[in-house]
């Protein structure tokens, strides 16, 4: 093994905890108080826009995390682990490509099933007729 390389789990488990983090930030947003003085910050809301600090009369603001900016991060994953589709390059950069990809191609398909098993759940840009 080349000892550059980093194993396959520990990427897949990156991976993982990116999404789970980007997940759990989209469904559990965090608040911060807008108050100069006020570092406030937490994931409740006792009272809607209110900043919960005594004394203080800041108002809340969430960090938005959009299912658009999910899916795109998602889309940009799945794409980056698929070996199947290579850019329009010339035959011979073609070639180049998948001859370097050849030993990573079973780590690289392991990453993108993980990554287009997680994307199924996400319903950005599906239309129902």
Request: aromatic share 10%.
């Amino acid at each position: 093994k080349d000892m550059n390389t980093l194993p396959a789990s520990y990427i897949a488990n990156r991976i993982k905890l990116i999404m789970k983090k980007m997940l759990k930030d989209y469904y559990e947003p965090t608040y911060t108080c807008g108050e100069s003085g006020c570092n406030w910050s937490g994931k409740t809301l006792l009272n809607p826009g209110q900043c919960l600090n005594k004394g203080c009369n800041g108002a809340l603001r969430a960090k938005v995390l959009s299912e658009k900016g999910v899916t795109d991060t998602f889309n940009y994953l799945e794409r980056l682990f698929n070996t199947e589709k290579i850019p329009k390059v010339s035959a011979e950069q073609s070639k180049q490509i998948k001859d370097a990809l050849e030993p990573y191609k079973p780590i690289y398909n392991k990453l993108f099933s993980l990554v287009t098993h997680a994307r199924s759940f996400n319903g950005y840009g599906k239309v129902d007729l």
